[in-house]
């Protein structure tokens, strides 16, 4: 692949006019740290906007900040900590992940459970579409409304409708107390009754996955095993944790446990998303517990109050024969890949952008087909 | 003020859209269609040709269908509380939406319900009570704004600060596109993958399409709510209470501001809630959640406001209390009724820190044009509803008052902030834009809008300006692919 310097708008610009010119593809990249996600694109080059860095505007009063994409999240987080607030995304991956990237693929980890995704978070971006034009949606305030909603329509669309350059995000000041707890459950029935005291509980974690045993011993655990971020007071954090007795045991543990679930998928790895209503959870971790007999080393975790069991697969040819057997069973929740082999591709859910709406937007951004194409699957 | 109507509207479209929804749902008199002129904001008038109350989904689906055959433009409309002249435009067919008000469906275990558009605000969170489940955004209107409504505009509202505002409820829509095609957004377990079509269509003011049904996230009812009232002697000492609150990281249900002169405006009403008259300002603050520990959150803001010189910090002590001090709230914009004939309503939002630069700004601007501006507005997150009062029959006094606003919101934008936060753009909102997005950026919402609405059809000129609608191919790209 032969990459360019891109330290500008205008430089991303040239690079898209340039491409459609000469009528090939880009491949959009971050600082390269998940080039493996997504449906395999064909092209050749790249456009990359790890160089375009730096936070362009920050007031801590205002809780939010402007950052040009490549900015890392580690940075963000370095410069937010200091003023007792915070980005609350956690994706997996690196911490080397960009700003850009993370909004542009629509990449949450745990903390969804409380702040959302980065559609929540995201409060106006700046792009340069397909046919190069610099546009912008949303703004650097918290509520806006004015204008077609580009920034949400850009957050999750993988680059294929522009190069995200700049983003502003919702900040949140850190809470008073913030307490990572552990609590053992049963292998089998644990995730529909954590999922069950969720309902019904007063209060909502900030985090709260549910790992299975091969998980659980590399975060430091033993068995299946619920995760909870606890935030507030301190008197309201005691009583979570009273409440939390009702599924066992409840555990402090290091909050470093973050950090090390967000890093913990190998280099060769096969990932996916099994999702649909939470009430029925408890039947995709079945099909996780299958999928993770079948393929030894499978790491698992479900986010039981949004219905999702994430599996990470070693990947090997068996285990690749073996999901290939699975997938082709066809099933009533969606499976969402992450990062697959590409025959295992057309075996997941149908691809997401083949319906006429977002043909014609795809058709709209990118009438060339310059920005990472196929990454979402054949557009009709 | 004249009153284009198109020609193409005629005897035989009335008596087809009469066959499909039966004569009475068809109005065409002028005088019948006089409530249909206007939304809530009392500033514009326009007439429809005709207005059409469908009762079910497929006769909605059958007049959207004729109006396609015909090629004929109209506007979708709720309840016509719409604060941006959005629901209006002349000659048009108006679409009211307000007879399809059926919940159709309630998941409580997945905190889900799936309404038709005319279901108003607070009936859907009526008719999930029972469940200890609610619908969050609560626009000051929710008595009688709908779903439908509240989807085109992205409505907000006081508790939109820690629930977020109608697009973080949103999971999943069936739209009626202008072209009488019925497409499905967004999916109800709300993992999306793909473009977020409903993102794009919540807030798109009735020019995507009309939603037929929607299906909306619920909120538990919180354990334990308190309501605080803080009387201040300075808008300056408020708003600096309010950034001092926002930083602990304790997100508060609700944090607004009710200046002078609406304080005097409500007390004077039937809506008077006991905020005291001699205060330059209140904050009406709401704590919820958990019972354990809001104790400890509410005696932590008591201290906050008092270390910013409030003179006095009342807790409401009962659901009586919390709910007569809310209906000051609320029910302002009422209140100005008495005031004054007329009112309109502003709806910037400026970063938070910026406010008491820009509070003192809207003051000045409403002394250098003599007209009061009363201020009551969603402090927690900056979005600002300078209102003025005045009677529309004095032109020079109506002048002023335009003047006034355009100033005002000159003011917001300068200061980093947007034109509308939560009432949308309308026509009201339309010469401002070009202050906040370059062409390019308005030429690009365009090419989204006729993805979904490639005649212009539904809503005609409303949200980006006619102007800005040129050519996309017009881009560099584009031009350099074609050589």
């Known amino acids: ?380 | 003020m004249s009153i284009a109507v198109a020609p193409e509207i005629d005897q035989s479209l009335a008596s087809r859209l009469s066959e499909i929804v039966g004569p009475k749902r068809v109005l065409f008199r002028p005088s019948e269609l006089l409530t249909y002129t206007a939304d809530a904001l009392p500033s514009y008038f326009k007439r429809p040709s005709l207005a059409v109350f469908p009762g079910t989904r497929d006769e909605v689906v059958a007049v959207v269908r004729e109006l396609a055959a015909r090629k004929l433009p109209f506007v979708p409309r709720g309840s016509g509380t719409g604060l941006s002249g959005g629901a209006l435009a002349d000659g048009v067919v108006l679409i009211g939406l307000n007879r399809l008000s059926r919940v159709l469906s309630v998941d409580a275990e997945n905190c889900l319900a799936v309404v038709e558009p005319g279901v108003v605000n607070v009936a859907l969170s009526r008719a999930v009570a029972a469940h200890g489940l609610h619908y969050a955004p609560d626009p000051s209107s929710q008595a009688a704004c709908t779903i439908g409504g509240n989807v085109a505009e992205n409505a907000g509202g006081p508790h939109c600060l820690k629930y977020g505002v109608t697009t973080n409820h949103i999971v999943a829509i069936t739209a009626l596109l202008p072209s009488g095609e019925i497409v499905k957004l967004g999916r109800p377990d709300g993992e999306n993958e793909g473009y977020d079509l409903v993102g794009s269509f919540v807030g798109s003011e009735g020019c995507f399409g009309i939603a037929l049904d929607i299906t909306v996230r619920l909120s538990r009812n919180p354990e334990a709510v308190r309501t605080l009232l803080a009387d201040f002697m300075s808008l300056d000492d408020a708003a600096h209470a309010v950034s001092s609150i926002v930083a602990t990281g304790i997100i508060s249900a609700a944090l607004e501001m009710i200046d002078q002169a609406t304080v005097r405006a409500v007390e004077a009403s039937i809506y008077a809630a006991g905020y005291p008259t001699d205060a330059a300002a209140v904050l009406l603050i709401e704590l919820d959640g958990a019972a354990a520990g809001i104790e400890r959150d509410v005696a932590t803001v008591d201290a906050l406001c008092k270390q910013h010189s409030a003179r006095t910090v009342r807790i409401a002590r009962d659901e009586v209390e919390r709910a007569k001090l809310w209906q000051g709230r609320k029910k302002a914009f009422g209140a100005m009724g008495r005031v004054s004939p007329h009112l309109v309503v502003q709806d910037a939002v400026v970063p938070r820190t910026k406010l008491p630069e820009v509070l003192a700004e809207v003051k000045r601007i409403g002394e250098r044009n003599r007209v009061p501006v009363c201020n009551v507005f969603h402090a927690g997150d900056g979005n600002l509803h300078p209102n003025i009062p005045y009677n529309a029959a004095n032109a020079d006094e109506t002048e002023r008052v335009h003047a006034a606003m355009k100033e005002i919101m000159a003011a917001c934008v300068k200061a980093g902030g947007t034109i509308t936060g939560e009432h949308g753009v309308g026509i009201d909102k339309l010469p401002y834009m070009d202050m906040i997005f370059s062409p390019d950026s308005l030429a690009t919402m365009c090419s989204l809008r006729e993805v979904f609405d490639p005649d212009r059809r539904s809503n005609p000129g409303k949200v980006v300006p006619v102007h800005a609608c040129r050519e996309w191919h017009a881009a560099p790209a584009a031009r350099a692919a074609m050589r």
């Open chain 1, 1 to 380: 692949m032969t990459a360019f310097a891109i330290d500008s708008v205008d430089t991303v610009r040239d690079r898209i006019v340039d491409a459609a010119k000469r009528g090939i593809g880009l491949r959009v990249v971050g600082s390269g740290t998940w080039l493996d996600a997504g449906r395999p694109v064909g092209s050749s080059e790249i456009v990359s906007t790890k160089d375009l860095t730096g936070i362009t505007e920050y007031v801590p009063g205002d809780l939010t900040l402007t950052a040009r994409a490549g900015t890392k999240l580690a940075e963000i987080r370095e410069a937010t900590a200091g003023h007792g607030q915070w980005l609350a995304l956690d994706p997996p991956g690196s911490p080397n992940s960009t700003l850009g990237a993370t909004v542009a693929t629509g990449s949450a980890g745990p903390l969804r459970t409380y702040f959302g995704s980065p559609r929540d978070l995201t409060l106006g971006v700046e792009f340069v579409s397909g046919v190069g034009v610099v546009a912008r949606g949303g703004g650097r305030v918290v509520k806006n409304v004015a204008g077609f909603d580009l920034t949400r329509l850009m957050t999750g669309s993988w680059g294929t409708l522009g190069v995200i350059t700049e983003v502003t995000v919702r900040l949140h000041a850190r809470p008073e107390a913030d307490e990572s707890v552990a609590i053992a459950v049963d292998a089998k029935t644990g995730v529909a009754h954590v999922r069950q005291l969720l309902r019904r509980l007063p209060f909502t974690p900030y985090a709260c996955e549910v790992v299975n045993d091969t998980l659980a011993v590399q975060l430091g655990s033993n068995g299946t095993t619920a995760l909870l971020r606890l935030a507030g007071n301190s008197e309201g954090i005691q009583a979570q944790r009273n409440a939390l007795t009702e599924l066992g045991e409840v555990r402090a543990i290091d909050p470093s446990v973050w950090t090390k679930f967000a890093a913990i998928e190998p280099d060769a790895s096969m990932v996916f998303r099994i999702s649909g209503l939470p009430a029925e959870i408890e039947s995709r971790w079945r099909e996780a517990g299958d999928i993770a007999a079948a393929c030894p080393g499978t790491l698992v975790h479900a986010s039981p109050s949004r219905g999702v069991v994430r599996c990470v697969v070693p990947t090997s040819d068996a285990a690749r024969e073996a999901l290939k057997m699975r997938f082709a069973i066809p099933a009533q929740t969606s499976r969402i890949g992450e990062r697959l082999p590409a025959e295992l591709w057309p075996l997941c859910s149908p691809a997401p952008t083949a319906d006429q709406l977002s043909t014609g937007i795809k058709r709209a951004f990118d009438p060339n087909n310059v920005l990472n194409v196929g990454i979402l699957g054949e557009t009709a």
